[in-house]
């Protein structure tokens, strides 16, 4: 059983940081990719930004320069580092993870953090 869970969400003004978290635990063998979607209200999910093993990482244009994605593979965790938000930024954050067990690789997916960008 393997699982994310993210936190770090909250309200924030226009010009705003936050920084997300999500830790991966269970019976992990590894993970290769990370990274963090984005919901937001009738629209479709989409990539905010990946991570490899390696550190390369790979963002949408809407966020870069904005936003940093890191992982600490000691701790199985990814972060993102939101800065200079907008409002329309607004949406629900999910991470996910490429990772391998004893028995299968697949991604797994976190429950959501909102992320709200109001004055």
């Known amino acids: 059983q393997v699982q994310l869970v993210e936190s770090g969400g909250g309200l924030v003004q226009p010009g705003g940081s936050l920084r997300l978290s999500c830790a991966a635990s269970?019976?992990?063998?590894?993970?290769?990719?990370m990274g963090w979607y984005r919901q937001a209200p009738g629209k479709q999910r989409e990539l905010v930004a990946a991570?490899?093993?390696?550190?390369?990482?790979n963002y949408a244009d809407s966020v870069k320069g904005r936003f940093t994605i890191s992982r600490d593979n000691a701790e199985n965790t990814v972060y993102l580092q939101l800065n200079s938000l907008k409002p329309e930024d607004t949406a629900v954050y999910y991470c996910?993870?490429?990772?391998?067990?004893?028995?299968?690789?697949?991604?797994?997916w976190g429950q959501g953090t909102q992320v709200t960008v109001s004055s």
């Open positions: 996910s993870a490429d990772v391998s067990t004893r028995t299968r690789t697949r991604a797994y």
């Open positions: 269970g019976s992990i063998f590894s993970i290769s990719a």
């Open positions: 991570i490899t093993s390696g550190g390369n990482t």
